[in-house]
């Protein structure tokens, strides 16, 4: 099956294949082909260029692009979009004052989720997941992590991983699995942390390896929840069975938890809301990607990841949702690059190299994802007619995608 998109008002994030992520200034370069056309050969990019040098081919399905941007779909690198329920009850308490901490203190965030999750049926959890994940692929994105972390025993980090598993099968869109048994201690073992630990090593991990359930490992490396020992030790024995880290990291403290993922080479670092200037210089020169999520600091009301000065100190960016019931009940990858242009102060050029090539090399997926070259996956957005893409973040709020694109088939 051959698609060609025709008269592209603008083809953005244009690269070769040698570009698996950008850094520091090169991160607002978007290159683009203004009045562009794109061919589609199956589920890949097959060619493109200026309609000038439209080639003569004879395409089954041809979309007229007129006055409309065409762009890779978001890569959503960290979401926690598997879930029971919701908590818009804390929501509500914490608009009436109480902190996210003092709400996570008497038993509620993370363990009220778990305690949902572990009530509900693995069938109920799927439905209600499947549903996040639709909306999340109709506002454009087009590849997504998702992780476990809410069972936090070893029925429900599996159960959770297998609804991840039945999302990545019954869906045209790229899914990769976390582990994240080590979101937070579960009540029982507070005192006992080092059970907990075991139980995460010994019994989750082996069984997770086994039924292949997992790409990544993840640890909540934070005051209160894991210590960067304890982060070690987890990331270590995840490695052993072939996960690759990426870590939660400096949200409300920075205790040395970048310094411990980039000794292990963690594929991200997330968060990244408090960041002390040694974090940033021992970011630089590191195969590690830098993950901002600007709508947790929105909805949390905490600070946002100073890009600037990590973009300055030459570091990348990648940019992603967090969608979560506690810190951001968004999937909204537009609202998240709207947010980094206004609240961090990225440029839109820069806004979208980190939600889309850097995304993707959040995930280890740059080579099949995040931009427009031949042999990547043809899963892309087109716009409504607008005047540039700086409406993207301009109109903040409006939803300007008209067609998403998946694996070559119009999916929304
Ligand atoms: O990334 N920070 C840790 N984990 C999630 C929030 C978890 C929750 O509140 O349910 C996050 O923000
Ligand atoms: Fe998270």
Known sequence: M??????????????????LKVSGAEMAILPSIKNAFLVIKDNVIADFGSMEDLPNINPEKCIDADGKIVLPSWCDSHTHIVYAGNREQEFVDRINGLSYEEIANRG????????????????????????????????????????SGYGLTVEG??????????????YPITIKATFLGAHAFPLKYKEDRKDYIDLII???????????????IDVFCETGYFTVEETEQIMEAGIQFGLKPKIHVNQFNSIGGIQVGIKHNALSVDH?????????????????MPVALPSC???????????????????PVALATDYNPGSTPSGNM??????????MKMTPEEAINAATINGAYAMGISETHGSITIGKKANLIITKPIPSYYQLPYAFGSNLIETVLLEGEIFA
């Open 108 to 147: 509620g965030g993370i363990l009220n989720s778990a305690k949902k999750l572990n009530e509900t049926t693995e069938e109920e959890i799927y439905q209600q997941s499947k549903t996040r994940l639709e909306e999340v692929m109709s506002l454009g994105t087009g590849a997504v992590e998702i992780k």
């Open 272 to 288: 990244l809301e408090v960041m002390k200037p040694e974090d940033i210089e021992a970011l630089k020169n590191t195969d590690t």
């Open 157 to 170: 980090e599996l159960k959770m991983l297998r609804v991840i598993q039945r999302l990545a099968q019954n």
């Open 2 to 19: 051959t698609t060609l998109i025709i008269n592209i008002k603008e083809l953005l994030q244009v690269r070769d294949s040698t570009i």
């Open 202 to 216: 010994n019994e989750m991990l082996p069984e997770i390896a086994k039924h292949n359930l997992a790409d990544f």
């Open 334 to 343: 537009n609202f998240v690059v709207a947010t980094a242009c206004i609240k």
């Open 297 to 315: 600091s929105y909805f949390l009301s905490i600070p946002y990841t100073p890009a600037r000065e990590m973009i300055a100190a030459g570091l």
